[in-house]
């Protein structure tokens, strides 16, 4: 018990306070009515105005592209193409001209290595705004709760299949983003119920209606190369990997406590030997009665000039 108060304390120390969790989002109402949903300048939601470069991105401000590399507000395909696609729809004939052309560059920037970043959005903003980010680079965190493989249609590009996953995003509601992936990391678990937490880097395309089990709902769809791994969180201070080193020599003394006892039990210490008899063994010893011995003491003595004179 003292060791386990112990690595809470070390744990606390180095790590500080924990913060208390951010208060949940508002509800996102992504059912659709009984009619097309239709949305005006009035309502205040449609943002035509394409989002600025210099908007900030993780708390950083975006530095100017370079040589080869779109810009956040670039579009991957023909604004033309773009405008022919639909929001609060499944798919439709007339999106395929724009979902192949963005297909087609992202295949070729991970044929090329390239992994372009996009603006980090909320789940809130691509529902909201789809005309503002339709066709544009995006970057969203979460966890992935489904993913399975679905087949593509009939194209130039050689594309088989797609991944189809439904992430939850890190920033609230429960409500998924489908993310359509060209492949994933060798490893990759797959199926109906799974939990990988993931980065998508990838172009929002539209908001899709799907069938879910109780309605007809509403999800933003973005298409992407591959989910990336969230970086790990480590604070400034580096109290990640010290307290991981007090939690190992906690760990290492623990261990070696258990094993000097096992070695106690399996090796006790040897017992006292005891003399198999008290009794001294006096056999070579002669008696002499102790009144023999007071009359020798008693008895005179001859001098010893007597004993020198001849007879």
Known sequence: MPIVFLAAWAERAWLGPTAPPPPPPPPIDTIVGRGPVTRTIEDGITIEAPPAIDAPIGGAAVKEPSAGVPAVSETLADPADLALVRDDTV??????????????????????GSKPRGRQVTFAQLFSQPRSFRGRRVRIAGTIRRLQEVTAPTNAL????????????????????VVYF???????????????????DGVFFKRWAYQASDAIRLAPLLMAAEPQSPPRITSGRGSSTIVGWALFSIAGLIATTWLALRFAAANPPPKQRHPASSEADFSDLTVVDPRVSFERLAAPQPRSDDAETPR
């Open 91 to 112: 798919f439709r004939s007339a999106d395929q001209r724009a979902w192949f052309t963005i297909w087609g560059r992202l295949q070729a920037e991970a044929a090329a």
């Open 158 to 177: 050689g594309i088989g299949a797609y991944w189809q996953a439904w992430l939850e995003p890190a920033d609230g509601p429960a409500s998924p983003i």
């Open 182 to 200: 060209l492949s994933l990391p060798p490893g990759t678990p797959s199926g109906m119920r799974v939990e990988i937490p993931a980065v998508v």
